[in-house]
């Protein structure tokens, strides 16, 4: 089995791929991982725990065998065919053995996941209804869609959208990404050095603008001129941030907001803040709200498909998507204290729900309906 991905970055997607490969049943499954840009931050990860990752040119070995010389320039010469044809055949070469193909995060020469003799799966992160540009991205490419054997949306929300737009819907499942959820809890023990004079309330994710960062340093500035004092923590990095930091600053919130960069182990700066903020303007259903359920730790979002994480409980509190009632939600959560605490013991209830190896079977049981000898 070869998961498909662009490249390895510190993302909600990434971290998703890396809980479910670690979670499947390695007696059934012997999963790899295709990078189509090798040099991502998170290759190492990957490594770390015993991840094959493969690349275009891993069907070429160092030697100084002449005969195994001459392979690889035929498999260099494969490629290159390959590429010219948009990458289809490139996985009959570089991964021969694969019997079920990921397209997990692919955003350039799709053709390449479709190989001979393979069942093929096609991953949609995001809810196309309400993020632009994803639904381009995915829509252009619809005549490859149907060639897929399983589209798989992480979401209520986004398996709704992604039927109603495109017009698919054999073979399109719903699947949550599941989270090493144990692992979470144990990472989480660990120190760090927040302050904790005043509350905290975390955001964690990459700074680009799809994530609604801007507006969420506007409303933390309207509840501080409030009298509401509170600190925002930042746990991401990305193109936005050197902006967002400029815009603390003029706002004179600079002394109320840490910017705590990339953090490999971001769930201490989760379970020793208040709740948790995810301020997107779209999204699938975020990896990181399952994970602050996991700690026990209620949210603050203005996704409605966060809510799927809640179950049967009552874990947080949903907004409308606009600056103003998340700036309401934000403070309620900050200032009713009888609502926070009924808010925290639903997210500690449902923590003891959200089993990632339960999570992961079912996406198991999908692959075994692909190719049923590996059940």
């Not at 035929?74 to 948009?86: C, E, I, P, T």
């Not at 992480?154 to 039927?163: G, P, Q, R």
């Not at 990305?238 to 990339?262: C, H, K, M, N, Q």
């Not at 979002?301 to 049967?312: N, Q, Y």
């Amino acid at each position: 089995m070869v998961f498909v991905v662009h490249h390895l970055v510190c993302g909600g997607v990434d971290q998703a791929l890396f809980d479910l490969i670690c979670l499947l049943d390695k007696d059934c499954f012997a999963p790899c991982v295709f990078v189509q840009n090798p040099g991502g931050t998170w290759e190492g990860k990957f490594r770390e725990a015993g991840i094959e990752l493969l690349y275009d040119y891993s069907c070429r070995k160092p030697t100084r065998n002449p005969v195994v010389k001459v392979q690889n320039l035929a498999n260099r010469l494969k490629v290159s065919k390959a590429y010219r044809q948009g990458g289809e055949g490139l996985l009959d070469i570089c991964c021969p053995d694969a019997d079920i193909v990921v397209a997990y995060d692919v955003w350039e020469n799709e053709p390449l996941v479709f190989k001979k003799g393979a069942r093929t799966v096609r991953y949609v992160h995001g809810d196309i209804g309400t993020f632009e540009s994803y639904r381009e991205d995915i829509l252009k490419t619809r005549d490859s869609l149907v060639r897929y054997d399983r589209i798989v949306c992480v979401s209520d929300a986004a398996w709704h959208s992604f039927c109603s737009l495109s017009g698919l819907n054999q073979g399109v499942v719903m699947l949550h990404n599941p989270i090493n959820s144990d692992h979470v809890r144990k990472l989480a023990e660990k120190p760090t050095d927040l302050p904790d004079d005043l509350p905290m309330i975390c955001s964690v994710g990459r700074l680009a603008p799809e994530k609604g960062l801007e507006r969420l340093l506007l409303v933390q500035k309207k509840i501080l001129d409030q009298g509401v004092d509170h600190r925002l923590v930042i746990v991401g990095d990305g193109p936005d941030r050197s902006f967002l930091e400029r815009l603390a600053w003029a706002l004179g919130t600079e002394d109320r907001v840490i910017f705590a960069g990339y953090q490999e182990n971001p769930y201490p700066y989760m379970k020793k803040s208040r709740f948790l903020v995810n301020s997107s303007f779209t999204e699938g259903l975020p990896v990181i709200a399952m994970e602050a359920i996991s700690l026990g730790v209620p949210i603050v979002a203005t996704i409605p498909s966060v809510r799927e994480a809640f179950g049967e409980e009552n874990c947080g509190l949903i907004t409308e998507n606009d600056q103003q009632s998340l700036m309401e939600g934000i403070c309620r959560m900050l200032t009713d204290e009888d609502y926070y605490e009924t808010m925290k013991s639903g997210a500690k209830k449902q923590s003891k729900v959200l089993d990632g190896r339960a999570m992961a079977r079912k996406v198991e049981q999908m692959f075994f309906q692909l190719v049923p000898e590996k059940g």
